[in-house]
Structures are given as structure tokens and as C-alpha cells.
């Protein structure tokens, strides 16, 4: 008590009363300790209802599933409670999603609206939404971004179709992120199992994007799950042990090998090839089924006219290629291709090598508007495309046609794709 010291009266002798000491439960030690004790069990709860640090979302959605791993956010969504991919410059990856997951809403209430009668099915995207380092104004997946564009295409499709048509179906799609080069497939897609298990709905999985080996393990989860997989662009050789469910649209490497030196022997009309591989960072050759088979293929259907193949890395001499009148192949990683070009363009300058040809990975690299637009332009280069490219002006050309006319209807319209397609505006692709 403040002031007692100026009263010198109280100084003398005085009895002490002690409290007695409380009961063992009632002790502050005790009573934090069970405290603790009484929440613990709610940590790993709320940690699923909202994700892990660094992943979460909305509490209580029961249409996502992430957990953080190594930095990235690996699961599914299906609602707005989560986007993948918040990085600077990645807006249209986030805008695509957020259509998609407005259009699943809408695609439940029209299925209620009618008695539930039409077809619903629920497709899941599996594909890498993470984990890439780029510029702040550079798209790192644009390719992703496309991909998802075409589902949402898809899904407006069913969307915008008569209510009466019982048999259109109704498409619910989520999206799932395993992660850089696939890393994380394998828990991404016992994610997906589990979603498997709950919703009747889940008819399959699209997607898979790259041709690795954590790829082919996710394929050997989903087929153990029953689920069927459909790959649009995966192409190593052999893909198809990994599952009895697996339908891959892409020819296999085999045949872009054929491709490659058919081109070179009747077009470019030359008897020699060089050819420079990557796996991508962090990433090696055995791992990288796409790149292992390639090279496999092309030094089988070249033979003694390959003068060498040889790993590409930053700081690599090029000068040898200037010039060079035979066929140089690039046949690694597409996220390795822009070092390539840049590192060929300031050996060679003004003399560049006769015939660069690149790997259909490179279509990913011709996707992103910032790569393109920024790419050496003293280099001429032919790349393998997998699928004929049709262009807006050709759509219009076939406007009689039913399918074109009906997808060129659905790009144009303004409450998918943003922007919209062929619709006039300068610089326009499908």
C-alpha cells in the first residue's frame, strides 16, 4: 500500500495472517493446464474447417479440402470459400475459377429448380496451380488458365440449354492443385478419393498436365479409387500401365519422334539434328517421364544422323549452334525454353541456326502473352503443335456448322470468359 512507510508507528511487532493455500484444481497452473487440455482437441478441427497456415478458407465449407506442403496449398475446391494461386499477376487463373465455382452454384439450383431430373455430374480438374516463380506481371500457368476456360465453356453449355432437355447434363466441376511439376499428385488425389467416396456424383478426373513420375503414381491412386482419368496433353510413352481407366487424348512420344524426323528428312530437307533436353528446376531426367521418353524416341528414329543430344543449363555455351545448317532441337521443359532462346539469340546474333524446331511442351511457353511478346526475335522457330489450331475467322467461316456455331456462341458471350472471344476485338483467338 502506497505510503506506509511514512507512518513509523506500524513498524512495531504484528501477527501475520497466512491464507491457507487453495485447493490443488484451483491453482492457476492447474486451471491453464485444463484449459488447454479442453481445446486441444479442437485444434485439428478447426484446422480442417479452415485450412492449414498459409491455406486458409471460408469455416465450414464442405466443398474444399487443402492443406499447406512446402509452401503450396495442395487439395480441392468447388466453391468461393477458396481460389488457388493469390500471386501477383496470376488474376486470370483466380477470374476463371471464380466463374467456375459462380456456375456451380448456378448448375445446383437448376438441377433443384427441376425436380432433379436432368444428368449431374461432377468432374474433378487436376492440374499444377502452383509452386512457379515468375514476374509480377507474367502469368505463370497460362495454359492452366486455358484449360479451365474450356471447362467453364463446357459448363455454360449445359447451363444455357433448355430446362426441358432432361438428357443435357449439368456439369459440376472442382478444381484441385497437386502442386508444382506435380509433386503433390499423390495427396491431391487421396483428397480426391475421399471426395469420391462421399459424392456419388464424381464421375471422373480430366487434367494431370505433365508427364512425370509423381503423375503416374496419382494414376495408379485413381484407378485403386475406381476413378477414370482423361489427360488432354500428357504424352510419355507408357502412360497407360499406370491405369485401366486412363484415356489420353495426345498421341503418344513415339509419334511426335516419327513427326520430328519425317519434318526434318521432307521438309527442312536435312540429314542432321542436334538436339539440347531439360527436365525443369529442381527436377531431374529419370523423373521427367515426357522428357525421358522423348529422348528415347528420337535417338531411335534418327540414329546415327543425331550428332549428339545434351543437357541444357543456365550459362550453357551456345556458340557451336550459330549457323548450324541441320535441325537443332529443343526437347526439354517448356519453363526452361525461354533461358534457351535467349542464351541461342546472344551467341548468335545476326546468325542463328538454320532450323530451330521445338517440342509441343513449348506450346505452353507460346500461351503466355508476356513470354511471347518478349521472346528474341532474331530466332525463327517451328514447334510441334498437338491439336489443329482454329482460329476465330475460321469459326465465322463455318458459321453454318452446329458444333463451331454453338462454341463460337459461347466464347463470345460476355458472362464466361473474361475477355471474351472472337468478338471483334483486336488481337482476338479462340
Known sequence: VPGVAEHPRDTGPA???????PPFFARRTVAAGAVTALCLPFIPVTASLTG?????????????????????????????????????????????QARIFAQNKQVA???????????????VYLGTLTGRETNSNEEAYAAEREELEGMAVAQYDGLDTSA??????????????????????????????????????????????????????????????GLPAIAPTLSAD?????????????????????????????????????????????????????VNTLLADLRQVFGSRLEYDTEFRSGVSLHDECGY???????????DFDSFLRALSSACGDNPPAHLVANDSVNRYMANPALRSSAPGNVP??????????????????????????????????????????????????
Open 15 to 21: 501477527s501475520i495472517i497466512a491464507a491457507r493455500k
Open 52 to 96: 492449414s497456415p498459409g491455406c486458409f478458407h471460408r469455416p465450414f465449407a464442405d466443398d474444399v479440402a487443402v492443406r499447406e506442403i512446402e509452401g503450396e496449398c495442395i487439395g480441392y475446391s468447388a466453391g468461393g470459400g477458396f481460389k488457388f494461386n493469390d500471386e501477383p499477376g496470376q488474376e486470370r487463373l483466380r477470374d476463371v
Open 109 to 123: 439450383e437448376i438441377w433443384a429448380r427441376g425436380d432433379k431430373r436432368r444428368p449431374y455430374v461432377t468432374m
Open 164 to 225: 426441358s432437355a432432361y438428357g443435357a447434363p449439368l456439369l459440376r466441376i472442382v478444381i484441385a492443385n497437386a502442386g508444382f511439376q506435380m509433386r503433390y499428385a499423390n495427396e491431391a488425389v487421396d483428397m480426391i478419393a475421399e471426395l469420391a467416396r462421399n459424392d456419388s456424383t464424381v464421375i471422373g478426373v480430366i487434367g494431370l498436365v505433365e508427364s512425370r513420375t509423381t503423375t503416374g503414381g496419382a494414376l495408379r491412386r485413381l484407378n485403386a479409387a
Open 238 to 290: 507408357g502412360m497407360y500401365k499406370y491405369s485401366n481407366l486412363y484415356l489420353q487424348v495426345s498421341a503418344p512420344n513415339r509419334d511426335q519422334g516419327r513427326l520430328v524426323e519425317q519434318y526434318a528428312r521432307n521438309v527442312l530437307d536435312v540429314s542432321r539434328v542436334r538436339i539440347y533436353y531439360t527436365s525443369g528446376e529442381r527436377s531431374s531426367v529419370p523423373d521427367d517421364l515426357y
Open 325 to 335: 545448317p541441320g535441325m537443332l532441337f529443343f526437347g526439354g521443359r517448356w519453363s
Open 381 to 430: 522457330l517451328t514447334y510441334v503443335s498437338k491439336a489443329g489450331l482454329v482460329g476465330c475467322d475460321e469459326l465465322r467461316r463455318r458459321d453454318g456448322e452446329e458444333g463451331p456455331n454453338r462454341f463460337l456462341r459461347r466464347i463470345q458471350a460476355p458472362d464466361v470468359l473474361t475477355p471474351p472471344r472472337c468478338d471483334g476485338t483486336a488481337g482476338e483467338k479462340a
